[in-house]
């Protein structure tokens, strides 16, 4: 069992940067993948990125390649999403997810178990 907790979201101008960060609960983060998606109104929810235990392994998504970067340090049970050259494309709220059930970046949001509350991003023209 873990419980997750966004922070970082906010208003910026397109081509602005943010920081995501997400707080585990526990004692077992390292043994766990974590991802983070991202959801409009209506929309289903869209994998961003996902990061392997030791955090060596990534997986992004091709609208966001090149522009974010995923990271995490396990000693603090913290979870990171740096976000650049933003655009308005990327406002939704964004998530971030565990789980233990697989041990490769997988971009299915089907393979997560648990899941934060999100996190608002709006990025104005």
């Known amino acids: 069992q873990v419980q997750l907790v966004e922070s970082g979201g906010g208003l910026v101008q397109a081509g602005g940067s943010l920081r995501l960060s997400c707080a585990a609960s526990?004692?077992?983060?390292?043994?766990?993948?974590m991802g983070w998606f991202r959801q409009t109104p209506g929309k289903e929810r869209e994998f961003v990125a996902a990061i392997g235990w030791t955090g060596l392994s990534t997986n992004y998504a091709d609208s966001v390649k090149g522009r974010f970067t995923i990271s995490r340090v396990n000693a603090e049970n913290m979870l990171f999403l740096q976000m650049n050259s933003l655009k308005p494309e990327d406002t939704a709220i964004y998530y971030c997810?565990?789980?233990?059930?697989?041990?490769?970046?997988?971009?299915?949001?089907?393979?997560?178990?648990?899941w934060g509350q999100g996190t608002q991003i709006t990025v104005s023209s």
């Open positions: 997810a565990a789980t233990q059930v697989v041990s490769t970046t997988v971009a299915s949001e089907r393979a997560y178990d648990y």
């Open positions: 526990g004692r077992t983060f390292s043994s766990y993948v």
